[in-house]
């Protein structure tokens, strides 16, 4: 009996082999996982579209320069959020002709490179609108000195927006970062 019980804590004592994934299930979440990504930055992209064309049109409509100027700084707030989500938030596809543990490799590095850019939303996507957005807070003050309540109004309603962006990035961030603890180790795939 006691060598039946040595035998079983042994065997309970053994390391696990952890979770395993077949190379063609890691395609499949990689290439899920591409359109996702594909899907996000086109929605994101129509989105500044239309706002940079709402921008132009009151540019256009405007008579003040102040307005001008300020409108002008969010266009470009756009153009820079949109060549960094380009840059750096592009998908990748897996290469067709990858091993095993490159497979692997391949959609962790994905998932990290995705989950550092949202976590980093402030520097490349909300900080660029930050200069249009003050332009516009002093462009305000100065033609329209009698509506600074509703200035104040407008401003916490874009501060609440930028915060909740960020915190929406961040939870984001978290639930990319448990994608990616969920993965096997590389060298266990099958």
């Known amino acids: 009996m006691t060598e ?3 035998a079983q804590e042994i065997w309970q004592s053994q390391p696990s082999e952890g979770m395993q994934m077949s190379t063609e299930a890691i395609r499949k979440r990689a290439a899920k996982f591409e359109r996702k990504i594909v899907r996000r930055n086109l929605r994101e992209s ?6 940079a064309g709402l921008f132009t049109y009151f540019i ?3 008579h003040e320069t102040v307005f001008r100027v300020t409108y002008g700084l969010f266009i470009a ?6 060549a960094q989500l380009w840059k750096k938030g592009a998908p990748r596809t897996m290469p067709a002709d990858i091993g095993n543990s490159t497979c692997l490799e391949f959609l962790r590095s994905e998932l990290e490179r995705q989950r550092d850019l949202i976590k980093d939303v402030w520097t490349w996507y909300l900080a660029p ?6 332009a516009l807070n002093v462009a305000m003050a100065v033609t329209q000195p009698s509506k600074l309540v509703r200035l104040a109004v407008l401003d ?3 501060v ?4 909740g962006c960020w915190q929406l990035n961040l939870w984001a961030a978290r639930c990319l970062q448990r994608s990616i603890d969920q993965l096997p180790a590389a060298d266990n795939p099958r």
Not at 129 to 134: D, E, F, I, K, Q
Not at 160 to 163: D, E, G, K, N, T
């Open 4 to 6: 039946m019980l040595n």
């Open 46 to 51: 129509v989105a500044a579209v239309v706002v």
């Open 60 to 62: 256009v409509t405007t």
């Open 77 to 82: 707030g756009m153009i820079w959020v949109m």
């Open 129 to 134: 609108l930050v200069p249009g957005y003050a």
């Open 156 to 158: 916490v309603f874009f």
């Open 160 to 163: 609440a927006l930028f915060v």
